[in-house]
Nanobody, 131 residues
Framework: QVQLVESGGGSVQAGGSLRLSCAAS?????????????MGWFRQAPGKEREAVGA???????SYTDFVKGRFSISQDKPKNTLFLQMNSLKPEDTGMYYC????????????????????WGQGTQVTVSS
């Protein structure tokens, strides 16, 4: 079974940093044959809709939304099947539950912004930024 497990969340003061991880597993055993994928990071504050943070595809190409550009960066360790989100200069408005998601057999493009485009989701990790 495909699984995505986020970790690395916590509580930090404004201006601090956090590094989130997303461990992926179960893809080959689930019958996936393509090496192409798009993995995205999303976040959701209480009472608000889930919104895209950024994404990376299997070729290492990244995309970011404007509100995190210049502060967050996405990377991956392919041999370990792990995705990372490095968050710097955190602001209180960055507070929320952070999720990773994957769309298999596709590269990233404009659809990375749409949560319904992804095939699988992790359970999330909480990030809290205090002023």
């Amino acid at each position: 079974q495909v699984q995505l497990v986020e970790s690395g969340g916590g509580s930090v003061q404004a201006g601090g940093s956090l590094r989130l991880s997303c461990a992926a597993s179960g893809f080959t055993s689930s019958g996936f044959t393509s090496s192409a994928y798009c993995m995205g990071w999303f976040r959701q504050a209480p009472g608000k809709e889930r919104e895209a943070v950024g994404a990376i595809d299997s070729l290492g190409r990244t995309s970011y939304t404007d509100f995190v550009k210049g502060r967050f960066s996405i990377s991956q360790d392919k041999p370990k099947n792990t995705l990372f989100l490095q968050m710097n200069s955190l602001k209180p408005e960055d507070t929320g539950m952070y999720y990773c998601a994957i769309r298999w057999d596709a590269y990233c493009g404009r659809p990375y912004l749409e949560r319904y485009w992804y095939n699988y989701w992790g359970q999330g990790t909480q990030v809290t930024v205090s002023s």
